[in-house]
């Protein structure tokens, strides 16, 4: 009984961690190229609408979680354009990613606001997933893997492989890395649609899977929680595990207080944690970096030709 | 063929020229995106950008709009010269409003000119206070003002929505969540009688004025804009990063902080959730449409006004959604990043190299 | 030189007639050359004389307007250093390629064009290493390496891909006078194996010593190619220059005073995550002395100057004395004020503003001690005439004080920067790299205001990689190592070698002189 309490928290936790870690991964190798991509939060929503669309039309959630990649892409390609292509500054035209993405969301999604769909089912046949303890293990949906398998790759490709060794010199130092004879932009515009397609495809996390319906600002800033996170991580996959299921825990907390229908705290009180544990763990990070060490890359949003 | 040329100093022309590019791709795009999908795009277009331009009755609507905006845009303009990212201006501006609130509901039962100074000087102050949580946190941790800046607008918004549900929930409001009007002299006076335009928009001109002044004409101002173009040669020059980041950041969240105080008091005339309207992310492109130069963000703000009232206009003549009028103003944004490679880029023919005769 | 090139063989490499212009500036004009394999040959030539656009023309970086490259006797078309690697060119630049963070193994993996497993590659790099008896550990990160080990990487990264042609891009500019010897005998063995090497340096000592061949390159053109080993040292430098050298006029004997300036056991943490610790730095500049620092790059000199000039604090206020005020914890506007003035090595973001007019630049530093900015207000029309009179004093070429300082080339805007602080009369100057990058007529001119400052009674401390001026300049010389400094001697004479020594950390008696606890 209570096993199936536990085991049920675990899921919820799982699920609320999964977007953002797809989401700060895909910002990892963004950033591990040299380009801050501020602009998560919209591609994630450009994903999440796109693939609500795309399910509801077609009645197939797997074309919508390929439809919100592309879109995550797509969006991503926007900024590769300005800010690899014309030397926009990164800052200003993430920003600029994330209010275009709350705009066209809001606008392709007004037709769909209340409109359900089917959601993302576990991978694997109920009975596999018949007892609690065996529901922690087969018991998720497709993208929960992945996110863990993409974990994995993400951390023997930047640690093991040759491409990985580049991407990580690009972003340390884009002067040598061009000097040598590398293609510094191709390079960062590879890591940039990486980094879309995986907000994109977190983004459609939340719309096909954990709230299988279309409202508004769905993302609910979820975006700048990733971005936090990749800090947190020290820019390194294995502690962005971690802290995005650390995040879920949050998550889940406030959800079983709200469910719990604790008095005492108000509801708005709760819907706060998240964004102020944010801001609590970055500053705790930065009192722990104090003591030397550098985790970021070198070259983190410096424009390439140096301006 | 054409390609890029480096020019050996920024244009001055460009730097005037391209937002006006920028506003011109934007209503062709709209056109044609708009057209697309299946709305009358010219007539769209032309409702958002013209319409509230030759209707005089609109006038008043763009002055009360640009006001905020202009204050938000000036004291993120200022910050993002100085490189501090505060993106974080709508947690100042709802800040603002519910310090500038708290003040008018002590003082609901009394009378005195001196009542709306002190809202506003509340106003100032909790929008300031906000911003210096963001401000202490960078200046002594090194923590990203960006994202701490945008996390506490989540969590003022909740704690908006906290005070209107509970504890300042208007008792004779029939149970919906929002505070008591403010009385006669808690609300901004017009500046002439019968005018939607209230005192703050002229005031938001002054500001700008008195912003144009210190950024050029003093040390201080020129602080801001060394710190920001060049860390190293502002240290070099005996200039303290540190105080400028506290000094933009406390001036963007006070200016924030206002700008919600005067809308609570102005065209609300109470707390409700409707309260954030996301001016503080709109403010963000008014600062870059006007090139982070005070008098340009006064025509920016001008600008964003008017996709505001023709936004609203669009929704009843070509049955636009609102949401469209985001995606213009995001456009809009985005071809002014663009287009600002003009500045430093011209695009020339393709020159052959020429042969010298042997 | 075990045996001599091979005269029948086709060039290693020929250059016909090659251009290549750059908006407003012509670099290379009509330059013809060729190298034979085995070969050392010099290209020399001063800054600005298009020595390095030509070698990045031959190692692909750029492409050439017109002209004619050939390899080994066949004409080439190289249109990527990749390209150029796989004809069997390699380069050194004189900035190095490479990647702080990164270890030495993963820095010349990056240096090559195929994968090869990290076993086999440290395999392959040992051998190179025993060979040429170089030592280098591959694991370490490349930032806790010295300057000489940071060019032994490109070096391996070269030799890795058995180059018949290598490139070296000014690559003592940054040695001590031993690593200089050690890296010439690395040199010499390398074309003894057959490999030509093209040698670019403004250095003329070094060329005789090294090469058998040299083109002489002035203003973007060739203007002679001669063998270094027979022509004079003194023709050489006249071609290269293109006018008769010019001596510095110094006042004949250098009256010495005071100590104006004074530092004592300055202690300062380096700037994490590469930066050096100041230990225990102690020294004095006398009233019309020129003192120089001399050290190879990255010992503490940038350090030394933003400690100075009170961009970072000293902890005791004792440790730097102006005219025996202590002033270690006034800020840099107070030490400005009181006389200081400093002006560091890297013009463009430190001593200046690229993006901001001759006359905000003013602002930067000259508000201090002149009435520009008096009560917090800027007044332009003061600020105006004193940019105008530095640009006229200091023959700045630009078209005026509202001119953007990033416009300038680098000798006009050092001239400005220059001009700027020294206009201002300071009891003190702190100069670092006085004339990097600079042609010979604006050094010449940089160099003569510096003395003429010292001659009114003002103390200079000049900080400079380069050991020549130094020579040149300075009464008085010492040298910093590791966030040490010796013990200041004066320069007449004084042997290269013990300089040498200096700098390459072997102490002597400085460390002698300084108290136990260090």
């Not at chain 2, 001109?205 to 050029?216: C, G, N, P």
């Amino acid at each position: 009984m209570t096993a199936a309490i536990l085991v049920s928290i675990f899921m919820t936790l799982a699920a609320a961690a999964t977007p953002i870690l797809l989401a700060a991964l895909g910002e990892l190798v963004t950033e591990k190229a040299g380009v801050l991509n501020l602009g998560v939060e919209g591609m994630m929503l450009c994903g999440a609408v796109a693939g609500f669309a795309v399910a509801y039309s077609t009645g197939s959630v797997a074309l919508g979680l390929i439809a919100a990649t592309l879109a995550g892409v797509a969006a991503a390609m926007i900024f590769a354009l300005l800010t690899l292509g014309l030397g926009s500054n990164q800052v200003a035209t993430g920003l600029a990613l994330t209010i275009f993405g709350i705009g066209a969301s809001s606008l392709i999604g007004a037709g769909f606001v209340g409109r359900t769909i089917t959601r993302l089912g576990p991978l694997f046949p109920a009975d596999y997933a018949a007892h609690p303890w065996l529901r922690l293990v087969f018991g998720h949906d497709a993208i929960v893997y992945l996110s863990l398998a993409l974990v994995l790759a993400v951390g023997l490709f930047l640690r093991r492989t040759r491409a990985g060794l580049i991407l990580r010199a690009v972003g340390e130092n884009a002067d040598s890395a061009h000097a040598i004879g590398y293609r510094v932009l191709a390079i960062r515009t590879a890591a940039t649609a990486f980094g879309g397609a995986l907000a994109g495809l977190g983004g459609a996390y939340f719309s096909l899977a954990l709230t299988p319906m279309w409202a508004d600002r769905l993302t609910a800033g979820r975006g700048w929680i990733a971005l936090a996170l990749v800090v947190f991580a020290a820019w390194k996959p294995g502690r962005l595990l971690i802290g995005a299921y650390l995040f879920g825990a949050v998550a889940t907390f406030e959800l079983q207080a709200k469910a719990a229908g604790w008095s005492f705290v108000a509801p708005e009180v709760l819907a706060m944690t998240p964004y102020l544990a944010t801001i609590v763990v970055l500053t705790m990070m930065s009192l722990g970096r104090r003591t030397g060490g550098r985790d970021a890359p070198a070259c983190l949003g410096k424009p390439f030709p140096a301006q | 063929m054409l390609e890029w040329r480096r020019r050996r100093e920024p244009s001055k022309a460009m730097l005037y020229l391209s937002p006006l590019i920028a506003i011109g791709l934007t209503m062709l795009t709209g056109m044609l995106v708009f057209g697309a999908i299946g709305y009358d795009g010219l007539r769209a277009v032309t409702a958002i950008f013209i319409t509230p331009l030759i209707e005089p009755q609109r006038w008043a609507d763009l002055g009360v709009k640009a006001a905020p905006l202009i204050m938000i845009a000036l004291g993120l303009a200022i910050g993002f010269r100085a490189n501090v990212w505060n993106i974080g201006a709508e947690g100042q501006y709802v800040m603002g409003a519910i310090a500038g609130t708290g003040v008018a509901l002590l003082t609901h039962d009394m009378t005195g000119w001196w009542i709306l100074p002190a809202m506003a000087l509340a106003g100032i102050l909790g929008g300031a206070a906000y911003a210096a949580v963001p401000a202490l946190l960078k200046v002594r941790l090194q923590v990203s003002e960006i994202l701490t800046s945008l996390m506490l607008t989540y969590v003022a918004v909740q704690f908006l929505y906290y005070l209107v549900r509970g504890p300042w929930k208007d008792p004779d409001g029939f149970n919906f969540p929002q505070t008591k009007m403010f009385s006669g002299s808690q609300t901004l006076p017009a500046v002439a009688e019968g005018s939607l335009v209230h005192v703050g928009v002229p005031l938001a001109i002054l500001l700008a004025l008195i912003a144009w002044f210190v950024l050029s004409k003093t040390v201080a101002g020129y602080a801001v804009r060394v710190v920001g173009r060049a860390p190293a040669a502002a240290r070099h020059g005996g200039f303290d990063a540190n105080r400028v980041t506290w000094a933009v950041l406390l001036t963007g969240g006070g200016l924030a902080g206002l700008a919600g105080l005067l809308e609570a008091a102005g065209p609300f005339g109470q707390l409700t959730p409707q309260f954030p309207v996301g001016y503080g992310f709109t403010a963000i492109i008014v600062a870059f449409l006007g090139r982070l130069s005070p008098v340009g963000i006064v025509f920016g703000a001008l600008v964003l006004a008017v996709t505001y009232v023709g936004g609203e206009i669009a929704q009843s003549t070509v049955r636009l959604p609102s949401a469209a009028t985001g995606m213009f103003q995001a456009l809009l944004l985005f071809f002014l990043l663009a287009t600002d490679v003009l500045v430093r880029w011209r695009l020339a023919w393709k020159a052959r190299p020429a042969k010298v005769a042997p | 030189m075990t045996q001599p090139p091979d005269q029948t063989a086709p060039s290693r490499l020929a250059l016909a007639h090659v251009s290549k212009s750059f908006p407003g500036v012509k670099a290379n004009q009509d330059i013809s050359l060729s190298v034979r394999p085995g070969e050392i040959h010099a290209l020399l030539g001063e800054n600005g004389a298009g020595k390095s656009t030509l070698v990045k023309i031959i190692y692909g970086v750029q492409r050439a307007d017109e002209g004619q490259i050939s390899f080994d006797g066949r004409p080439v078309e190289i249109a990527s250093p990749k390209a150029a690697r796989k004809l069997g060119i390699g380069m050194v630049f004189q900035h190095f390629s490479l990647f702080d963070g990164m270890t030495v193994l993963e820095n010349i993996a990056l240096g090559l064009d195929e994968t090869v497993p990290p076993e086999e590659l440290k395999a392959r790099i040992k051998a190179i290493l025993d060979s040429y008896s170089l030592p280098l550990d591959p694991d370490r990160e490349v930032h806790t390496l010295s300057v000489g080990e940071r060019q032994r990487i490109e070096i391996v990264r070269c030799l890795l891909q058995k180059p018949k042609l290598l490139i070296m891009d000014e690559p003592t500019s940054v040695l001590t006078p031993q690593e200089v010897e050690r890296l010439f005998e690395t040199l010499r063995q390398i074309a003894a194996e057959g490999c030509s090497i093209l040698y670019i340096s403004h250095k003329l000592h070094e060329i005789k010593a090294l090469c058998e061949a040299a083109t002489i390159l002035r203003a973007g053109r060739v203007v002679a190619a001669c063998d270094p080993r027979i022509e004079t040292t003194q023709r050489m430098a006249e071609l290269m220059i293109g006018a008769e050298l010019k001596y510095l006029q110094r006042p004949a004997a250098s009256k010495q005073g005071a100590a104006r300036l004074s530092v004592e056991r300055l202690d300062m943490p380096g700037e994490p995550p590469f930066g050096t610790s100041l230990k225990g730095i102690s020294f004095s500049a006398q009233a019309g002395e020129i003192l120089g620092i001399a050290g190879v790059a990255g010992n503490g000199q940038a350090e030394l100057l933003t400690a100075l000039s009170g961009e970072h604090l000293a902890g005791r206020a004792d440790a730097i004395k102006l005219d025996g005020r202590p002033i270690g914890r006034s800020d840099a506007g107070a030490r400005r004020a009181a006389g200081l003035a400093c002006v560091p090595e890297e013009r463009n973001g430190h001593a200046a503003v690229p993006e901001f007019t001759l006359a905000e630049n003013v602002v930067l530093t000259a508000r201090h001690r002149l009435p520009l900015a008096p009560s917090g207000l800027i007044r332009q029309g003061p600020v105006e005439r004193y940019a105008g009179d530095v640009i006229a004093r200091f023959d700045v070429r630009t078209t005026g004080s509202s001119a953007l300082a990033g416009s300038l080339s680098g000798g006009n805007l050092q001239k400005f920067i220059m001009g700027r602080e020294i206009g201002q009369r300071p009891d003190v100057l702190v100069v670092a790299q006085p004339t990097w990058g600079v042609d010979a007529g604006a050094a010449a001119a940089i160099r003569q205001a510096l003395v003429d400052l010292a001659a009114q009674g003002s103390a200079i401390v000049v900080i400079s990689q380069d050991l020549d001026e130094l020579l040149e300049l300075s009464d008085r010389l010492c040298v910093i190592n590791e966030g040490r400094l010796s013990q200041a001697r004066p320069v007449a004479g004084l042997k290269l070698e013990e300089i040498g020594l200096l700098m390459g950390g072997v102490h002597g008696e400085s460390h002698v002189a300084e108290p136990a606890h260090a």
